[in-house]
């Protein structure tokens, strides 16, 4: 009997304590639930001021914007927007005869199809020759300054000249390339249009593909229409996405803007200094030792179109990137060191990244938020090429 007693005595504990875990398993279910459902009303208000704060670094802070839509495009003074400017700039950067060899254009490396760049790790240029670093998108690039992972060219009518000379790309001097042109007499209609007179200079050469190149911009991403009140266009997963990239995974730090880039340089570890793909990155521009394996913060806007990523196309999933950063990026000391004409020099990471502690869910929501900044690819008409 007092046997008895003891087990239904024991079998009411555990059943009441299955309870209490179902219970509360079910609270956090609802709890998570509501927290979800606030976050997603906060993020689709249409005004960001309503969001959770940012959780950022000092040293990110003068230089943050919030990420929003990107804002209109500003046309330099002096080289402002014409139709006719973009159409002639739309028909150079398809034209393989900017090329020494006649085979290599804009196009051919930064292709509409592929996202605007090649999908290779490296491109193949001149002659294939292969070149050095993964190629950039020009999707978005009018929002980009300076240019280049290495911040090499101020503006993009100065930038479009380097390709043409780069022996490696399309290896034409641009003396050349502006009498080449000139000598195609189905040019000189486009050159009257958008400059006044039929002349061919380099200077309009440049400042026709900059035009152009300035209206290569993202349609309306998912995101967009997200923040703007499409308020169940978002899955669970992307809205908590979104909340990591600007909290815990402090993404933010260095992908901020409508841009989602604050254009600043910075060393994340991926230098791989006194390897054989070492790439001092700014240094090389600036000669400076802090800026050592500093790259410009590429933009987030169309990511998945553009990869491999990185300066030398080294990731190949997001995933990887998510983990990468995750682990605050452990740069082995090895990668750390190398001497570079006589000098000395060190790989100092960011102090911007740190162990974040994601979990697999979250690694997974922060990748299908980055997935929701990409729009469809544009069905672009290659132009017939003048006579
Ligand atoms: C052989 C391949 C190749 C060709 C041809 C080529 N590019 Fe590029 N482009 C690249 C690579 C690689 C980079 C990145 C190089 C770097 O940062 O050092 C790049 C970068 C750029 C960028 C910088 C984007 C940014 O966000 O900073 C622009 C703009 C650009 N190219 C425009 C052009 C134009 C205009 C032409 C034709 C006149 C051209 N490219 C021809 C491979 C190419
Ligand atoms: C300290 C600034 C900084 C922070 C913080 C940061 N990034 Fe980056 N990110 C960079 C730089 C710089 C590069 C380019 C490095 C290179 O090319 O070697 C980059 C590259 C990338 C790329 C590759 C893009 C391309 O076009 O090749 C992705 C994707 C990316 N970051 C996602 C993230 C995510 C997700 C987070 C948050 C977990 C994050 N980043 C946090 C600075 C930062």
Redesign the pocket.
Known sequence: MKNAVSWIFLLSVAVLFLNNCLNSKIHQEINQQSFISNLRKLYSSGDSSSWPKPLL?PE?KPYFSEIGHLPKMDFPADNQYSVDKANLGKILFFDPRLSVSNQIACASCHDPELGWCDNRKFSFGHDRQLGVR?A??ILNSGFAKPLF?DGRAESLEQQSQMPIEDKREMGEHIEIVAGKIAKIKGYEILFEKAFGNKTVTKDKIAKAIATFERTVRSSQSKFDQFIDGKREIYTDDEVMGLH??RTK???????NSGYF??N?????G??SLSLKDE?L?RYLITKKAEDV????????RE?TR??????????ET?EE??QF??KGNPEPYAKRTTIHEGITLNSQK?E??RL?E?SDIEVAQ??AF?RTLTTKTERIIPPELPK
């Not at 995974?249 to 992908?255: D, G, S, Y």
């Not at 394996?293 to 987030?300: C, D, H, I, T």
């Open positions: 670094d990110a993964n950039m998108s992972w990591l990239f995974a402090q993404c933010i730090n260095c992908h880039s604050n600043r340089f910075e060393n994340i991926t230098a790439d990155g394996g500093k790259f410009r913060v590429p933009s987030l990511v553009t990869q491999p990523w990185m300066h030398n196309g080294s990731f997001l990137i998510i950063y995750n960011s911007m990244l974040l994601l922060l990748e980055l």
